[in-house]
């Protein structure tokens, strides 16, 4: 097996000479180059698997040769070196496709890591699977998209409504990155208690507060390696949107009642449905942490601009469904009700087109699922040419335009009823109601169940 072939570009001879004896010792070969002009000459002679760029240069900047390699080396990941504390100039590199990047002083520690980062990266992507359905043009976009930020490094921060997948675009940037075989560690950050968010994050040592009877790693240090999906990080107050900033950006974080602090290789990727932007003008958000978050926005479509979609989603989402309850055939949909499904606007986008056709799976005779089995919101009333079925005394008693409050209360009736024989373990509860634990609580929210 030939050795890995790095690239190293620094005017400062003594630099040049403490990486290529660091990477000769992790077995790569090297070569160096002390300004823009030489290593495109060597990149157009030789083949590498990753390089190291210094960001001044005598005749340009690594930014420049980060965009060169971009396009005529898509395959070679870049590390670009940049002056102690030089956060800006980071967050340039990486937006032009740098892979990461390592601050003067050089911590070995830290190089090697990258460097073991970077070297795994082609196999990452011949090994990367599917996850995301669709082939809408959006789709095929935001598939694409994915791919390229897998390669990087770089923070990422995902926008979009509720129910369009966001984790799913984290969960896949992970598992097709590097860092694949690292923990995958999300967090709804506006379900953390406040006073809890700290020892939540970085952990704490044993009686550094009233409680703490031992020692606790933190989500930062449940990540090591890994990638950490800070969710709905809109909802952080400011004390600690202030020690996030100083965890992303010295790559270390300090346990509750700890002296000193410990270095962490975490990528951090966040998301929310909120506008940041509105946050940043009403001053309930840092502008110094939503520039070091969103270094490469990522905004995943609404249902309703990829209505095209729908008929594979539906077809996908209901074979998982017949697996989950047991089902021996797989219900079908009538043309008539994936007609209805295509001409709905779906506020809650794909959650809800999941959530649709759990309903219906249930409502339907288990074969075939017909336009009426959907409740699909804003649908036509039954009337009298089309009369709804008899689901009981009561409903049929009922008013024909109250057929979905009726539901409800039936639907509000057997929760409980799962919720009591349960004693309240909603896990239990939804196994007896043959539901998922997601669907159960999205029902009890939905129902305002207490």
């Known amino acids: 097996m030939s050795k890995a072939h790095a690239l190293i570009v620094d005017d400062e001879a003594d630099i040049r000479e403490l990486l290529e004896i660091t990477l000769s010792r992790m077995g790569l070969r090297t070569q160096a ?16 698997d990753l390089c190291f760029t210094d960001m001044r240069l005598p005749d340009g900047n690594g930014v420049e040769l980060v965009a060169h390699i971009q396009k005529k080396h898509p395959g070679v990941p870049v590390a670009v070196i940049t002056a102690y504390g030089s956060a800006q100039t980071a967050v340039e590199s990486l937006k032009a496709g740098a892979f990461d990047f390592v601050s003067k002083p050089i911590d070995l520690g830290q190089l090697r890591k990258l460097v073991d980062t970077a070297l795994k990266l082609k196999s990452a992507a011949e090994t990367s699977d599917g996850g995301l359905l669709g082939a809408t043009p959006v789709v095929e976009a935001l598939r694409a998209l994915i ?13 979009g409504e509720s129910g369009t997948g966001k984790e799913l675009v984290a969960r896949l940037i992970h598992d097709r990155s590097p860092r694949a075989d690292a923990p995958f560690v999300p967090v709804n950050c506006g379900a953390i208690p406040a006073e809890l968010m700290e020892s939540e994050f970085f952990g704490h040592l044993k009686g550094s507060f009233t409680g703490a009877t031992r020692d606790k790693a933190g989500l930062f240090q449940a990540a090591e390696g890994g990638t950490l999906f800070l969710d709905e990080v809109g909802d952080l107050p400011l004390h600690m949107q202030v020690k996030l900033l100083r965890a992303l950006q010295e790559r270390a974080v300090r346990p509750v009642g700890a002296e000193t602090e410990i270095p962490v290789n975490v990528r951090v990727i966040s998301a929310t449905h909120k506008d940041l932007s509105q946050l940043l003008a009403q001053g309930t958000f840092r502008q110094d942490l939503y520039y070091r978050l969103n270094v490469i926005e990522v905004r995943t479509p609404p249902l309703r601009e990829r209505r095209e979609d729908i008929p594979l989603l539906a077809s996908a989402i209901l074979a998982r469904l017949a697996k989950s309850n047991g089902l021996a055939v797989t219900p079908q949909l009538e043309p008539s009700a994936l007609a209805r499904l295509c001409e709905h606007t779906f506020p809650g986008n794909v ?17 075939r699922i017909a336009a009426g089995d959907l409740q699909l919101r804003g649908d036509a009333p039954a009337t009298a040419a089309s009369p709804a079925p008899s689901l009981g005394p009561t409903v049929a008693t009922a008013a024909p335009h109250d057929l979905e409050g009726q539901m409800e209360d039936m639907e509000r009736r057997a929760i409980q009823e799962a919720l009591e024989k349960a004693r309240y373990n909603k896990t239990k509860a939804a196994a007896l109601l043959g539901m998922s634990f997601r669907s159960l609580r999205y029902r009890i929210k939905k129902l305002n169940i207490e």
């Open 33 to 48: 180059a002390g300004t823009v002009r030489e290593a495109r000459a060597l990149l157009a002679e030789h083949s590498f």
């Open 147 to 159: 791919d390229r930020l897998a390669r990087s490094q770089a923070p990422v921060h995902i926008t």
């Open 351 to 367: 959650r809800e087109l999941e959530n649709v056709l759990e309903r219906a799976v249930t409502l339907s005779d288990g074969l």
